[in-house]
């Protein structure tokens, strides 16, 4: 073989070299795009199905009064519950990501929190009674503790519904959200800020 033929032939292969490695950092770019990258975190997401990142025990204290017969009745319940704050991921579409690639930051917005339980503590619950007469010779004590049933566990939710563990929970769904894009975005060496939002914030 002449000089002029090996050499042809290095610059043949150096080029093939050179072209296969273009291709190959041309395609690990494209499969780290960034939409792609968002698209799978979207799509693992959905999946989870349900995501609850938050929890909280709450205890409600309520008395109900029965008057019959010229006597009373009154009993009070004691009856703690827990309140699972729950995200439906299953809810979240496409749609609801925006990706800015000037900026390279992603806003997603979340469905409305929803509230699971309360989930009692039926061994916690304490029980205080008066006026024995009309509970012993009458069904008052079925109707106070069905009435005190039905007034805790409103109370429960009532207290769950405040602004202060909305606030913590809606905060801490937001967290969990944005490390759930942003993790797989910096795995893909992609530095992008994600905020995570609440319809009407």
Known sequence: M?????????????ALALFLGWRAWDGWQRSYDPE???AA??????????????TARYVAVVTSTQTRLGLEAKKTL??????????????LRQSDLDWDTATGSLTVTLPP????????????????????ILLTLTDAEKTL?????????EELIKQAK????????RSAARTAVEQ?????????????KVTARFTGE
Not at 2 to 14: C, D, N, Q, W, Y
Not at 41 to 54: A, D, I, K, T
Not at 162 to 169: E, K, N, Q, S, V
Not at 180 to 192: E, R, T, V
């Open 113 to 132: 929190l929803r509230l699971a339980g309360p989930e009692i503590d039926i061994d916690a619950i304490s029980e205080f009674r008066d006026g024995a």
């Open 180 to 192: 759930s894009f942003a993790m797989p975005l910096k795995a893909a060496g992609i530095d992008a």
């Open 41 to 54: 975190s979207l799509q693992g997401l959905q999946e989870q199905n349900v995501l609850v990142p938050f």
């Open 78 to 91: 004691i009856m703690p519950g827990t309140v699972r704050y729950e995200l439906d991921l299953a809810k």
């Open 36 to 38: 792609t990258v968002v």
């Open 145 to 153: 503790d069905a009435a005190n049933r039905k007034a805790a566990q």
């Open 2 to 14: 002449s000089k002029g033929v090996f050499r042809f032939a290095i610059v043949a292969v150096l």
């Open 162 to 169: 405040g602004t202060t563990p909305m606030r913590l929970a």
